[in-house]
């Protein structure tokens, strides 16, 4: 009579013999219930919409730049903040929404919000920071101090 530890299909463990049938271990059947998808009502109403936008970085000669991609906001849903040479971008929106249905009014309610923070190098001109919001991209352009531009190679002549 020799017992064996099988993983089924969906990853957990079974213990087998030859003699009779098979029963998942106990940890393998905790992690099925836990693991189990919420039926759809639990879930409808709750916002899947922005989690963290996706971000570019890049650098020129005389700037850094932040692009993120944060369609359907407005202007005025963002918040960016400069603070010890970290910049945040935030935003936070509340959706209510109400229609009559039969003999009620339904509402219906979402939250959204992030806040991605970057650390900036000691060469920005923090006061020249600008910000820009076009067809759902947030720019963000940090102009380099004048030590922090490299300067163009030269020729040095023998004497």
Same mark, same amino acid.
């Given at each position: 009579?020799?017992?064996?530890?099988?993983?089924?299909?969906?990853?957990?463990?079974?213990?087998?013999?030859?003699?009779?049938?098979?029963?998942?271990?106990?940890?393998?059947?905790?992690?099925?219930?836990?693991?189990?998808? &919420?039926?759809?009502?639990?879930?409808?109403?709750?916002?899947?919409?922005?989690? &963290?936008?996706?971000?570019?970085?890049?650098?020129?000669?005389?700037?850094?730049?932040?692009?993120?991609?944060?369609?359907? &906001?407005?202007?005025?849903?963002?918040?960016?903040?400069?603070?010890?040479?970290? &910049?945040?971008?935030?935003?936070?929106?509340?959706?209510?929404?109400?229609?009559?249905?039969?003999?009620?009014?339904?509402?219906?309610?979402?939250?959204?919000?992030?806040?991605?923070?970057?650390?900036?190098?000691?060469?920005?001109?923090?006061?020249?920071?600008?910000?820009?919001?076009?067809?759902?991209?947030?720019?963000?352009?940090?102009?380099?101090?004048?030590?922090?531009?490299?300067?163009?190679?030269?020729?040095?002549?023998?004497?």
């Amino acid at each position: 009579m020799s017992n064996l530890v099988t993983t089924r299909k969906n990853g957990s463990m079974a213990n087998t013999n030859s003699n009779g049938p098979t029963f998942p271990t106990w940890p393998s059947w905790i992690d099925e219930m836990f693991n189990r998808d &919420l039926p759809s009502v639990f879930t409808s109403n709750f916002n899947t919409g922005i989690t &963290l936008p996706k971000v570019n970085i890049r650098e020129s000669n005389n700037a850094y730049f932040v692009d993120m991609a944060v369609p359907g &906001l407005k202007k005025s849903d963002f918040h960016i903040d400069l603070d010890n040479q970290v &910049l945040s971008i935030s935003t936070e929106m509340e959706e209510s929404n109400e229609r009559q249905e039969a003999n009620f009014t339904r509402r219906e309610f979402g939250y959204s919000s992030f806040k991605r923070s970057f650390s900036l190098p000691e060469t920005v001109k923090e006061d020249d920071i600008k910000a820009e919001y076009t067809n759902g991209v947030l720019s963000i352009h940090m102009p380099k101090k004048e030590e922090a531009i490299p300067k163009p190679a030269r020729s040095i002549k023998i004497s």
